[in-house]
């Protein structure tokens, strides 16, 4: 009895034991057969396949939680009520949960993975269905159990359950082996899910509740149903329908029933609902013991039913293995089961008509209130939109007034329905396109019910609360602002008693009182509500955490607000008793909730869909969609906090979307980054990635909120330095900077999220960050400063410098956040009471504790969308693009096609040819580089001009003429490149504006005004360095210039695309790109041309697009079959760019791919990973280059038909661009060998079949005379002819619907072989003089006159008749009369050579092949 009660405290503290199997357990082998066994032998039993349970907790178990109906329904009798229910089953649901629930590497139960995939369950059950009630149930191991509770109307405390069990394992290796489960029992997980999905969003009301339940531990001896049944020992269960494995038909298809341990009356309702509801027959059989967990419910005497996918004895042989896969389920079948379950539900829960039409009364009336004017006009209501009215409604008037009179009357539920109707209309993602009239109603309604003391108002309020948009000063976001405003104020007692609530109003008025300054009456109104709020419910508001503090620094330049913000650092207990300082706030962790109160619900879903279910190579299409639709204002700027914020805080993901190709976090976040062009906002969101350090507490944090900051740390090291350098930098000035009476605290903190970071593994060590040749010293020092337990001290720099304690942090104009003059109020505490140094971590004031209830995320509801570009420079820094994207240099090693992979070491892109000679400039300051003796001829030009730039407000303008003087001096002389380059590369590396007029030449075509933009310094460098370039001979001043902009390539600026852009755009001199290329020690131009070109397209896509006709131009033989630059160009491409290539390729003004069979290949494998749309433009460009040409376009089929065994159901664009290729394109034998072949080589199938029959069936509807001589052509040496007659056979009769009798009559003739045609043996008269007479010559006389007439056939003279007769074969009479007609015996010869035979003009050198083509002269010879 003790362990029943300590593993019960454990289940109800959400607590598990350390070790399930820390001690022996027992298990029943038989009912009979008990055994205490270890962990190693009860894993035994799961590699034997050997069913068993687990009794050890639950041996005084208390049967007899059954209540027996009166009379179980045994017949199916609610078809009315449950075939509407039936029209809304879908495949979509199940089959988007069962790809993600199988990405999961197993789900064993006593591990991590089977605890993220019950919690997988469990948060899509919550966010697909606010109005369900969902709990994890909690057991001694890891995996959670998942309960979905739907309530019944009658309260009689009845339950009826569906269930299946959510965990797997492969038999081999239970703990560690990878188990996709898709069958076993993911089918039966996504079949309830789907049921309770239609149940959830239909309108029916049942009489008894009905609880979903996806129970754990099934593999381990049914230990999850085991515990739920025993916490249900007291409530009164009706009955338990187990679904598992459903998903995998037998041959021929039926449901199987399980006879033993399970309840007659119950399997009988099964056989009768499949009859019903189903096509499909019923099969007994017997399980066995300890089957499934529906035999836990039938020990406990509840009753139990298991309908199974065929008879056990056709079961699935791949379950418990890794080859239980997602594409073994058949989910047409899948969903019969799912018919079962809902008509089980109805049967057994019983539908309450009333409820069901109280239901409906009440749609109506809420309708009438939110549609009908206030004033009280006529108002249609729409039957679409769910109110059924019956006559007694008629009746209704049509005021708002009298809707809610009304509605108050026929409410039998506390409003329950009406309020579950509202929160689903606010939490729709398109909430914000609702009328103005509708939201003022909405407010007005939810007035009445906090009258009325409706239960649940505050949860539909603070739903509302995300659809205030940040950012966002349209004007229907600002009267939905106002709208809240008044409602707040109005009900201002109601609202004090909700603490949740509160906070989040709170919050989320700090969120818009920024947007709405220029709107004085509701921003004065914003900021008074809430200092107000803040002031009387100051403890309540602490719930938020340290975002809080940062939503107070955001504002604590508004009056309002200041006195509050001094307070809270000066007279902190003023505000509450409980309060004890700034620190409380900054130690607690801001709960999910309110992170994500930030962003919209429309917002949340898509920013999941790219997180969850795209590649890293193929997300940043939509992420540019998602930027530019809710980023692309100067007002939205500040959600990129926000989107930090929850993408850190409140996004994270499950061991498998880690281990998966999905895009990782901190790559989505360094994409995101890129687009941020304002330094104060770059600094707010650089404040938001690492705000988490700066107070972290393993105790409280989660590593989760720091991994993303890591690894961009870590990940940006080699290609892009500055970007680890800028985050190392400002962790180094906030940890001083953004509370110096905290700075040790906070140092400290820091450097226990970097240990902790490294101890778990999230990277092994940051010495490759400290080591790096380019790190420089100042930034090793700041790392030693940061972490000195995990990096040894830094080497001084060679001048004096002050200490690092001592001297006050340099701001960076990037990285500052906090800076009291520009970003936010000092952090002023009075000296009288400022505190003491901080002590250790474990002596600071505990974190505010909040209620559980907010300790989830209120997420919005997931769908599925269809929805773009940001870096192909973290796609290529991390390791995650395709090694495709550049073409190869060529090599020694007789590779033909010029092309290869070139990639990095540790994945990131690097262009190996071009880097060939790159040494990191020597690790010395600008000043060292001054000293430098070739530079004396510069006297201080150099020095003015390093000062310049050093300058508060550099002018971009004085610097561009300076630099220019210096590169004109330099190519002159024989001054050091290296120093040089050093010098200039300083510029780029000091944040200097990098807009240039040039490269932004795509907002003129976007409409916008490119005025206000200027030249930066690299055009003057640029112009400067073109003076030299385009010089007719390779002097050494244009050599040195261009080895200068080497060196700069070298350095990290990017030069090459913008070079590329001056020589062939503005100066018309492609030689000048050429010459740069070749002072590469191993360069190649279409190495150059593909690197340049990505950079191009990646930060300038519009600019990419329209200079790609020029730059082909200049580079032609660099194009046609480059990867690299096909991927450039199908990366962003949209379809008015696809007509636009399109047009140019087929005016000859662009080719890409070429004729080189094997690079066309290569470049169609490579795009084959891509995503939908990218390959859909990519065939259509390739079918604009290629279509019609035969050669190639078989070449092509030959590839993806034979090579890759393309499956158009897997890679269906492809598949359609190939038909397309094929249409546009002649029929051919060689085309109709692949054909034929791809079907023997799919072994017959319908795949093969299916596809050649589309092709064939498209060839004979525009080409069917060339088809059938293509076909009569097929060599018999390369297709047998059983072969050939056999893919006809299958084509004829799968496409008989679109053929006539006179088609298939033509094809099969076509097919028949033809007999060869005769030789026609000539006697030998060649030494016979052939006349009238038959006068016998002489050979020499022969000869003499075969010369004659040689020589007259090629002066092209007329020969005799005689002549002819010699030359020619004796021929029939009749065929002599058809070629000659009356006029055959006139000697009149045809002019030049010719003579008119069958109606149509031969050349005498036809005339023997004339004879051999026609049968009738065949025939007529042979009959000779």
């Not at 009166?70 to 089953?89: D, G, R």
């Not at 990405?103 to 993975?113: I, K, V």
């Not at 080699?718 to 001083?736: C, G, Q, R, V, W």
Request: net charge negative; hydrophobic share 40%; with cysteine.
């Amino acid at each position: 009895m003790w362990r029943l009660i300590v593993c019960a405290w454990f289940a109800a503290s959400g607590l598990a034991l350390d070790n399930l199997y820390s001690h022996p357990r027992l298990i029943a082998l038989s009912p009979t057969h008990h055994k205490w066994m270890n962990t190693t032998q009860v894993h035994g039993l799961m590699r034997d396949g050997q069913r068993f349970r687990d009794i050890t907790d639950i041996q005084e178990l208390l049967y007899g939680c059954s209540q027996t109906l009166s009379k179980f329904p045994t017949t199916v009798s609610q078809q009315a009520i449950v075939n509407p229910l039936l029209k809304q089953v879908s495949q979509e649901a199940p089959r988007a949960m069962l790809t993600n629930f199988t990405r999961f590497h197993n789900r064993y139960y006593n591990g991590d993975w089977g605890r993220q995939s019950s919690e997988f369950i469990y948060t899509l059950v919550r966010n697909m269905f606010p109005q369900v009630n969902v709990t994890r149930f909690q057991h001694r191991f890891p995996q959670a159990s998942v309960i979905a509770r739907v309530e019944g109307h009658e309260n009689n405390g009845e339950i009826v359950v569906v269930s299946a069990h959510q965990n797997s394992i492969n038999q081999q290796d239970p703990q560690n082996g990878r188990a996709p489960g898709a069958d076993d029992d993911g089918s039966g997980t996504v079949a309830i899910f789907e049921a309770l999905r239609v149940l959830a969003t239909s309108s029916l009301k049942l009489q008894r509740t009905v609880e979903f339940h996806w129970y754990a531990g099934e593999e381990g001896g049914l230990l999850g149903s085991a515990d739920v049944v025993q916490a249900y020992a007291s409530k009164s269960v009706i009955a338990d329908l187990h679904l598992d494995m459903v998903g995998v038909p037998a041959q021929p298809p039926a449901v199987g029933i399980v006879t033993d341990y399970t309840d007659p009356d119950t399997s009988k309702l099964v056989r009768a609902l499949t009859s019903a509801y189903t096509d499909l027959p019923t099969r007994d059989f017997q399980c066995g013991y300890a089957c499934s967990d529906h035999a836990s419910w039938h020990e406990a005497g509840v009753r139990s039913a298991i309908p199974f996918e065929s008879q056990f004895i056709d079961y699935n042989t791949n379950i418990h293995s890794a080859q239980d896969t997602l594409n073994t389920v058949d989910f047409t079948h899948l969903l019969k089961y799912v018919r079962i379950a809902l008509g089980f539900v109805v049967e057994v829960a019983g539908a309450s008509e009333s409820m069901h039409s109280h239901g409906e009364l009440v749609n109506g009336v809420v309708y009438g209130i939110l549609t009908v004017p206030a004033e009280g006009n006529t108002v249609r209501l729409d039957s679409n939109a769910g109110c059924v009215l019956t006559l007694w409604t008629a009746q209704l008037t049509t005021d708002r007034v009298s809707y809610l009179r009304h509605l108050n009357i026929i409410s039998r539920d506390g409003f329950a329905h009406a309020i579950s109707r509202l929160k689903l209309l606010e939490t729709a993602h398109r909430f914000a396109w609702v009328r103005p009239e509708v939201r003022s109603q909405l407010f007005w309604l939810l007035s009445e019910l906090v009258k009325v003391s409706a239960h649940g108002v505050d949860q539909v309020v603070l739903v509302l609360t995300r659809q205030v948009r940040s950012g966002d000063v349209t004007q229907g976001n600002v009267k939905l602002c106002w709208l809240m405003v008044r409602f707040a104020q109005a009900n201002y007692t109601w609202l004090s008693t909700f603490p949740v609530l509160v906070a989040t109003m709170v919050y989320m008025l700090g969120r818009v009182a920024l947007d709405h300054s220029r709107i004085p009456d509701l921003h004065t109104a914003e900021c008074e509500l809430a200092t107000r709020l803040l002031c009387e419910q100051f403890h309540e508001c602490c719930m938020i955490g340290r975002d809080l503090v940062r939503m107070l620094q955001d504002v604590a330049r508004i009056p309002v607000f200041h006195d509050l913000w001094q307070d809270m650092l000066q007279q902190p207990q003023s505000l509450s008793p409980l309060f004890t300082g700034i620190e409380q706030l900054l130690r607690t962790p801001t709960p999910p909730m309110f992170l994500a109160n930030r962003i919209t619900y429309e917002m949340e879903a898509r920013l999941r869909f790219i997180l969850e279910n795209l590649p890293a190579t193929s997300y940043s299409r939509n992420l540019m969609w998602f930027v530019q639709r809710y980023l692309s204002t100067p007002e939205s700027e500040s959600l990129f906090s926000d989107l930090i914020r929850y993408i850190i805080g409140v996004f994270h993901p499950s061991n498998a979307v880690l281990a998966s190709n999905v895009v990782p976090r901190y790559v989505f976040l360094g994409g995101l980054l890129r687009f941020i062009r304002s330094p104060v906002v770059a600094a707010n969101a650089k404040l938001a990635l690492f705000y988490d350090w700066l107070f972290y507490d393993p105790k409280s944090d989660t590593i989760m909120n720091i991994e993303p900051g890591v690894l961009i740390i870590a990940q940006s090291v080699d290609k892009y330095t500055f970007m680890t350098a800028s985050f190392i930098e400002f962790l180094a000035y906030e940890s001083d900077a953004y509370l110096p009476e905290l700075a040790p605290a906070i140092r400290g903190s820091i450097r226990l999220a970097m240990q902790d970071a490294v101890e778990k593994g999230v990277i092994p060590s940051i010495m490759p960050i400290y080591e790096h040749p380019r790190i420089e010293v100042d930034i090793r020092q700041n790392l030693y400063h940061l972490f000195p337990q995990l990096v040894p001290p830094a080497p001084e720099p060679a001048q004096s410098e002050a200490s690092t304690d001592d001297a006050e942090p340099a701001k960076d104009d990037d990285a500052m956040l906090l800076d009291s003059t520009d970003m936010l109020p000092p952090v002023a505490v009075d000296s009288e009471t400022t505190p003491e140094p901080p002590k250790p971590a474990v002596e600071l004031p505990l974190p505010i504790a909040m209620p559980q209830s907010i300790q989830t995320v209120s997420a919005a509801p997931k769908t599925s969308i269809a929805l773009d570009p940001v870096s192909r420079m973290f796609q290529e820094e991390f390791g995650i693009v395709d090694t495709e994207l550049v073409p190869e240099i060529p090599t020694d090693t007789g590779n033909t096609n010029g092309i290869s992979d070139m990639t990095a070491e540790g994945g990131a892109l690097e262009d190996a040819a071009l880097v060939a000679s790159a040494e990191p400039l020597p690790e010395i300051s600008v000043e060292q580089v001054l000293e430098d003796t070739s530079l004396w001829l510069f006297g201080s030009t150099l020095q003015t001009f390093v000062d310049s730039v050093a300058a508060a407000e550099p002018d971009t303008k004085q610097i561009g003429r300076s630099v220019k003087e210096i590169v004109y001096m330099f190519a002159q002389s024989e001054a050091s490149i290296s120093a040089i380059a050093h010098i200039l590369a300083s510029i780029f590396s000091d944040s200097l504006d990098m807009e240039d007029i040039e490269t932004n030449a795509e907002l003129a075509a976007a409409g916008e005004s490119s005025d206000g933009l200027k030249h930066d310094v690299l055009h003057y460098i640029l112009t400067a360095a073109a003076e030299y370039a385009h010089m007719t001979e390779m002097t050494n001043s244009t050599r040195r210039v261009l080895q200068l902009l080497v060196q700069l390539t070298e350095a990290k600026v990017d030069v090459g695309f913008r070079w590329l852009l001056h020589s062939v755009i503005n100066a018309g001199k492609p030689v000048q790109y050429a010459r740069y290329v070749d002072q590469y020690a191993e360069g190649t131009l279409q190495a150059a041309l593909v690197r340049d070109l990505g950079v191009l397209q990646e930060q300038f896509p519009g600019l990419f697009y329209a200079v790609l006709p020029q730059i082909y131009a200049a580079f032609p033989d660099a194009f046609p079959g480059c990867r690299g630059i096909v991927k450039s160009v199908v990366a962003l491409i949209d379809q008015p760019q696809v007509y636009r290539l399109s047009a140019l390729i087929a005016r000859g003004q662009l080719q890409l791919f070429g004729h080189r069979q094997a690079a066309i290949t290569a470049i169609i494998g490579m795009t084959l990973e891509s995503d939908a749309f990218e390959q859909v433009c990519f065939w259509q460009l390739l079918n604009a280059e290629v279509g019609g040409d035969e050669a190639r376009v078989a070449g092509i089929a030959h590839y993806l038909l034979l090579e890759k065994k393309l499956d158009p159901a897997d890679n269906s664009e492809a598949a359609t661009g190939l038909l397309a290729l094929l249409k546009a394109t002649q029929p051919a034998p060689s085309l109709l060998k692949s054909l034929f072949t791809y079907v023997a080589a799919t072994d017959n199938s319908d795949v093969g079949v299916d596809f050649s029959g589309n092709a064939l069936t498209a060839w004979l509807r525009t080409s069917k005379a060339v088809l059938l001589n293509a076909l009569s052509e097929l060599a018999p040496s390369t297709l047998s002819a059983d072969m050939v007659q056999s893919v006809v056979s299958r084509w004829l009769e799968r496409y008989s619907q679109q053929l006539d009798d006179k088609d298939r009559y033509e094809i099969q003739q076509a097919l028949v072989p033809k007999p060869a045609a005769p030789v026609i043996e000539v006697p030998d008269l060649s030494g016979v003089e052939r006349s009238s007479e038959h006068r016998p010559v002489t050979r020499s006389q022969k000869a003499k006159e075969d010369n004659e007439r040689k020589r007259r056939i090629s002066n092209s003279q007329p020969i005799s008749r005689q002549q002819s007769h010699q030359e020619t074969p004796k021929r029939h009479k009749n065929s002599s009369a058809n070629s000659e007609g009356s006029d055959s015996s006139s000697d009149v010869p045809m002019t030049r050579g010719r003579r008119r035979r069958n109606g149509r003009n031969l050349t005498a050198g036809d005339d023997n092949q004339s004879y051999q083509s026609s049968p009738i002269l065949s025939s007529a010879s042979s009959s000779d």
